[in-house]
């Protein structure tokens, strides 16, 4: 298995709402764990700043915003009006959180000081609900799509408008290869 996440270089908030996938008619939630919440954090850390460690109420909170992202994105490509709760989590995630980092002085001069864990929990759902929110409004809302593949729900902007798969050796390869199958099937 090559990575746990699939799809990985979409924006922050699509690489959150990919967290969730299908499989064989099956839908997985790959954010099944701290530790999975965690492993996440650090494949995005360079987007992403977290230090420390992941509990059960942050699993909790990360996959209740992404779950209301992914309704509202679903929302605005099928052009149908959201439930006023996934609105309300959003807004609520951009609104929290004191500061984004603090200043801290040391005999050796100025550094960046770690923040305590619950502005550090605020700040991940406040960046998270702000990519969120560029997604839902911005210039590329229009190019966000789901992959063409029955079997997957990945999404992603299609920057190229040709663009139908989440990946081209996942679901194109999947889809070429069925294709194949059905051709050689129906020519014996
Ligand atoms: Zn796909």
Redesign the pocket.
């Known amino acids: 298995m090559k990575s746990r996440f ?2 990985l270089d979409e924006p922050l908030a699509l690489d959150l709402v990919n967290t969730r996938i299908r499989r064989d008619g099956t839908e997985v939630d790959l954010l099944d764990s701290p530790v999975a919440l965690l492993a996440w954090l650090r494949a995005e850390r360079g987007r992403l700043a977290w230090s420390g460690a992941i509990d059960a109420a942050d699993l909790a909170t990360v996959r209740a915003l992404r779950d209301a992202i992914d309704r509202l994105l679903r929302a605005r490509r099928g052009h149908v009006r959201p439930a006023r709760a996934d609105v309300d989590r959003v807004n609520h995630a951009l609104a929290s959180g004191p500061a984004l980092a603090q200043l801290g002085w040391r005999a050796t001069g100025p550094v960046l000081k770690p923040l305590p864990a619950p502005a550090r929990r605020c700040m991940l759902l406040r960046t998270l609900a702000s990519d969120a929110l560029t997604l839902l409004t911005g210039p590329c809302a229009d190019q966000v799509r789901e ?3 029955p ?4 999404q992603f902007v299609a920057r190229n408008p040709r663009r139908q ?3 081209d050796q ?3 390869n ?1 889809a070429r290869v069925a294709k194949h199958y059905r051709r050689h099937h129906q020519a014996i």
């Open positions: 699939p799809l992959c063409a593949h079997d997957c729900r990945l798969w989440c990946s996942l679901c194109g999947r």
